[in-house]
């Protein structure tokens, strides 16, 4: 297999060589290793985005732990809790993750009328305030 660069053509071998990585065959084995430079040069980007790299990945944590809260309720209440996001015309996931409405209200509220209670959600000023978290 032959690799198309901007400048030249080049072999994989060589394409993966300059990209820093060293490759070794041993026994029909194929390992691939980074070099010094790569390494570094990772650790440096880390070490630069460490603040991002903690709040995404906290994130996400906390939206694996709403969708595990989420996976509790019956498919009553779930379906009670998306008429609801619907009714408001906002994401779903987003109420839960914003602490809008959480689990505890969705249990005990899912018998009324999702509308109603959107209508109060809204009554309240929830989505200036769901607004007002997503400017930050």
């Not at 390494?39 to 944590?61: F, M, P």
């Not at 779903?92 to 993750?97: R, V």
Request: charged content about 20%; glycine content about 2%; overall charge negative.
């Amino acid at each position: 297999m032959i690799l198309t660069n901007q400048s030249h053509t080049t072999t994989p071998l060589e394409y993966l060589s300059h990209q820093g990585l060293t490759l070794i065959l041993n026994n029909n084995q194929l390992t691939v290793k980074p070099s010094e430079r790569v390494t570094s040069d990772i650790v440096g980007y880390i070490n630069t985005h460490k603040t991002q790299i903690k709040e995404q990945l906290l994130r996400e944590q906390q939206i694996n732990e709403k969708l595990r809260q989420l996976n509790q309720l019956t498919p009553q209440q779930e379906n009670w809790f998306y008429s609801v996001a619907e009714s408001l015309n906002y994401p779903a996931m987003a109420l839960l993750q914003q602490e809008a409405i959480i689990i505890e209200d969705i249990i005990e509220l899912y018998d009324r009328n999702p509308q109603i209670i959107a209508q109060c959600l809204i009554a309240g000023g929830l989505l200036d305030r769901l607004k007002d978290v997503d400017k930050c």
